[in-house]
């Protein structure tokens, strides 16, 4: 039996460490960000709806299709998502994942159909492929997470509580992150690329290995050695460079960019809150265009 209207929810997420590495079988350390959300409420539209092709093309329509494809219907052309998210887009921050699941999520709930959790993450990731090209999983797994995970493509996931009494400032250089393009640029780089993923993926390992020790300085300085192996891979850019640059000379343990660079977000960690909001305050004077504050 359809209902009236489809609700489907999801969260945002940011990577700690191992973006791109994670592409390549290391692992990934990323959290769920519960103060950014996406709802999607679905209807029936019973008419023709001249859809433009950036619709047609992107992460929602993608979403729809295959939800529908799962289900067996073909209305998929008279469903119509209308999504609210306060997840800033491209941005490193999963949106086009959150998007994904919580527009499927609606779907089904329009059809009334369950939807189990193997489910939802194999559509989640075809919708993604639409958005990234080739996506590790990465994304979609910390979106459907309440938990920390720890991510190892083919291999699968595990949570891992992050308790440091610790604040993860999270800031935006306003300038569109390009994952997929940043992912095959770092293919492009074969060998020399090969080397620099496999110290980033050693650098992944040392850090969920030092999370029981709870030494922030020691935890910040591996994620400064990340952002500089992202620089080397050619996938930071200079507005994430300074707003690293700039947490440092404001006290941060540690900052490096979040995701698949080329604009999107730094993320800066720190011990207070108070320090937490003086280097919110300092990367927006210095040119973010906004900034979350985070409990590790
Ligand atoms: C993007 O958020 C993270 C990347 O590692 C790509 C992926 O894991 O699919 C750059």
Redesign the pocket.
């Given at each position: 039996m359809k209902k009236t209207v489809g609700v489907g929810k999801s969260h945002s997420k940011i990577?700690l460490m191992g973006?791109?590495a994670?592409?390549y079988g290391y692992p990934?350390l990323a959290i769920p960000l519960h103060q950014l959300e996406v709802t999607c409420q679905m209807t029936y539209m019973d008419m023709d709806v001249l859809w433009s092709m950036e619709y047609l093309e992107g992460v929602v329509s993608e979403a729809i299709r295959s939800a529908c494809a799962y289900l067996g219907t073909y209305d998929w052309l008279n469903l119509v998502a209308e999504v609210r998210s306060s997840i800033p887009e491209q941005c490193?921050m999963?949106s086009s994942a959150a998007v994904a699941i919580a527009v499927i999520r609606a779907v089904f709930d329009y059809y009334d159909r369950e939807l189990t959790a193997d489910v939802l993450e194999d559509l989640v990731n075809q919708a993604e492929k639409v958005a990234?090209g080739n996506?590790?999983g990465?994304?979609a797994k910390t979106c459907l997470s309440d938990e920390p995970i720890v991510f190892r493509k083919e291999v699968g996931f595990e949570t891992l509580p992050v308790e440091l009494g610790a604040y993860l400032v999270i800031a935006d250089t306003g300038l569109k992150g390009q994952?997929s393009q940043?992912?095959a640029q770092v293919a492009s780089l074969g060998q020399e690329g090969q080397v620099l993923l496999s110290q980033l993926g050693d650098l992944s390992e040392a850090f969920i290995a030092g999370l029981a020790q709870v030494d922030l300085s020691a935890l910040g300085g591996l994620m400064i050695q990340a952002h500089a192996l992202l620089r080397q891979l050619g996938v930071s850019c200079l507005e994430a460079d300074h707003l690293v640059a700039v947490a440092q000379e404001a006290g941060a343990c540690g900052a490096k960019m979040s995701?698949?660079g080329l604009g999107g977000c730094v993320i800066a960690l720190t011990d207070t809150e108070v320090a937490a909001q003086a280097i919110s305050q300092k990367l927006r004077e210095e040119g973010a265009v906004n900034t979350w504050i985070e409990r590790l």
């Open positions: 990577i973006e791109h994670v592409v990934a490193g999963g990234h996506p590790s990465l994304d994952t940043a992912v995701g698949g």
